[in-house]
Structures are given as structure tokens and as C-alpha cells.
């Protein structure tokens, strides 16, 4: 009933459109039999009426055609998030931890919920890893546009000469597995425990709660030890590979497809620079659409609908370009 109702909510605009459009289209063959009236006022409104027509018609026409690209179901799902602090060292962590509070604002502004999954801190404020679940409307339609390399340009704290430096993040945005996606066998699976280390409860040092799973076909490891019994950290590792697998099955459609496309937007490619903040200059650019906002501050305090906004429809006019 869910899946149903996301989908007669995603056609209903369409149906909505095509039947104003057919209305519109009817409206205007009756209007031109007008045209040809011995009565001149109303052949006048007929053509004044008949030029509205053809601009509604137009205008609808124009709006039905991305709505006629099939919906991806994926996108009405939460998304998982994972922020990593690149080359730069301390500052990178420091850049990770402002993308993750730029997301954080960004959720709270759509009415969304954050759930962190892990979280990995560094020295001076930084974040050297975050794992969070962003839930909400149609979360990862929204958010699949952040993957990629962010780099930021800027003077860092632990600069003395005032030198400006580069760092770098990287974003990856999974949309979340469900079990039916993909079957993955026991046998394809190694559990290791371990003690969890770091600052924490009762539970840090003392117990081998912490879990540590591989996947063997894929090599793709996932580490958890931020709850408190070992069967939640298995749960939300188990989570965190299900939507790393999903991911990579998806790249490598999304990759293949490309190979037919003249842009980047939306191949799913992780290690494309997408972004630059820029602060000595108060920009912001987007390099897989070149473009550029001098709005830093705004940007990152969570104001990145712009950008999303512009790569959609850079996304659909790909597509119809196809």
C-alpha cells in the first residue's frame, strides 16, 4: 500500500497536466472555428483567446516531458550518509565536521531526522569520519547529488603564516537496503569482535561489543562500535553494508550509462571533484555544472537547495537528451 501510494502520489501531477493539456487542445479546435465568424468582435477574441491556448499548450507541454521520465523508487528511500576527512590532515577533519553540521541544518530545515550510525571525532573540533541516516520525504532523491569529493580552500586554524591550503572531503550517499534488494548468504560473511576504544559508557574497554564485518565476494568492511551491546553494532553494520553493496551495484549501472553521456551529473563516480569552497572569495562552485555562488556562509549553514535544484534539472535534461 506504501509503494503504491508513493506511486499514484508521483503520477497524479502528470494525470493532472496531460488532462488540462487535452482540455486545452479540445478548447483550441473549437476556438478556431471562431476565427471565421462574420462578427468581428468575436473573431477577435477568438484569436485572442486562441493565442492564449497555444501558450498554455506549450507551457504544458514543456512540463510533461520530465515528468515523463520514469520515477526512481530509490528516491523516496532515507539515505545514509558518510562524510570522511581527505588529504589535509587536521583541517580535512575540521571541513568534514562543517559539511556534517551543513547537512544537519540542511535536514532540520526539510523537517527531516537525523540518526547517527557512527561517528569518529579528531583533534580541534574535527570529525575524521561520520555514518548518519538522513529520513524523511524523499531523502535520497534529494541528497545522491552531495556524493563526491568536496574540497575546501581557506587559511586553516593551525596555519601561522596565514597561508591559504587546500583539503578535501568526501560525501558518499547510499540509499538505504532493504533485505529483499540483495540476498546476502552467511557464508559470504566474516564477524570479528573487538573491545571498543575511545571516550564512552560502561561499555567502552570492558566488553567485546564492537563488531567488525567483511564481506568476502566484495571486500567492502564495515566497523561499528558506537552502541552498547554487540548485537545493536552488528545490526547497524549489518545496515551500513547492506546500502555500501546496493551502492555499488548501482555505480556500475550508473557508470555504463555514462559511458553514453557528455556530463558527470549523476554517474555516481566518488572520486570526481563536484565542489570547492572558496573562502577568501565567498564562493561556492559546483564544477559538474559550473555553477558558482558567492554565498559561502549561507551554504554552509545548510542553504544548498540551489545547487540541488540546478542539478536536477541538469539531471533531466540529460535524460531527455538521451
Known amino acids: 500500500m506504501a509503494t503504491l501510494g508513493r506511486e499514484l502520489r508521483h503520477l497524479q501531477p502528470l494525470v493532472e497536466m496531460a488532462t488540462k ?5 479540445q478548447e483550441l479546435a473549437e476556438t478556431r472555428e471562431l476565427l471565421d465568424s462574420e ?6 477574441e477568438a484569436a485572442s483567446e486562441i493565442a492564449k491556448l497555444e501558450k498554455s499548450i506549450a507551457g504544458l507541454l514543456e512540463a510533461i516531458k520530465p515528468a515523463l521520465i520514469p520515477h526512481d523508487p530509490l ?3 532515507p539515505a545514509i550518509v558518510e562524510i570522511r576527512g581527505g588529504t589535509g590532515g587536521d583541517e580535512a577533519a575540521i571541513f568534514a565536521a562543517d559539511l556534517y553540521r551543513m547537512y544537519t541544518r540542511f535536514a532540520e530545515g526539510r523537517r527531516w531526522r537525523i540518526e547517527v550510525i557512527s561517528q569518529s571525532d579528531g583533534t580541534l573540533g574535527g570529525m575524521k569520519e561520520a555514518i548518519f541516516k538522513v529520513k524523511g520525504e524523499g531523502a535520497f532523491g534529494v541528497m545522491r547529488w552531495e556524493s563526491g569529493v568536496h574540497r575546501v580552500q581557506r587559511v586553516p586554524v593551525t596555519e601561522s603564516q596565514g597561508r591559504i591550503h ?3 572531503a568526501t560525501v558518499a550517499v547510499l540509499p538505504e537496503a532493504e533485505e529483499i534488494d540483495l540476498k546476502i548468504e552467511d557464508k ?3 564477524i570479528d569482535v573487538f573491545r571498543s576504544s575511545g571516550p564512552g559508557g560502561q561499555s567502552v574497554n570492558t566488553t567485546d561489543s564492537a563488531v567488525r564485518i567483511t564481506h568476502i565476494p566484495s571486500g567492502i568492511v564495515v566497523s561499528q562500535q558506537d552502541q552498547k551491546s554487540q548485537l545493536q553494532n552488528k545490526l547497524k553494520a549489518m545496515e551500513v553494508l547492506r546500502a555500501r553493496l546496493l551502492d555499488a551495484r548501482i555505480a556500475e549501472q550508473e557508470a555504463a550509462r555514462s559511458r553514453m553521456r557528455k556530463t558527470q551529473v549523476g554517474t555516481g ?3 570526481a571533484k ?3 569552497y572558496n573562502y577568501p572569495q565567498n564562493r561556492v562552485t559546483d564544477h559538474r555544472i559550473n555553477l558558482t555562488l558567492h554565498e559561502l556562509t549561507k551554504v554552509l549553514n545548510g542553504e544548498i537547495e540551489p545547487f540541488i535544484e540546478a542539478l536536477k534539472v541538469a539531471d533531466v535534461e540529460e535524460k531527455l537528451g538521451d
Open 21 to 25: 493539456l487535452q482540455r486545452n487542445e
Open 39 to 44: 462578427d468581428p468582435e468575436m473573431a477577435t
Open 75 to 77: 528516491d523516496d528511500r
Open 166 to 168: 587546500t583539503s578535501a
Open 188 to 190: 559470504d560473511l566474516r
Open 269 to 271: 563516480d566518488r572520486s
Open 274 to 276: 563536484i565542489r570547492t
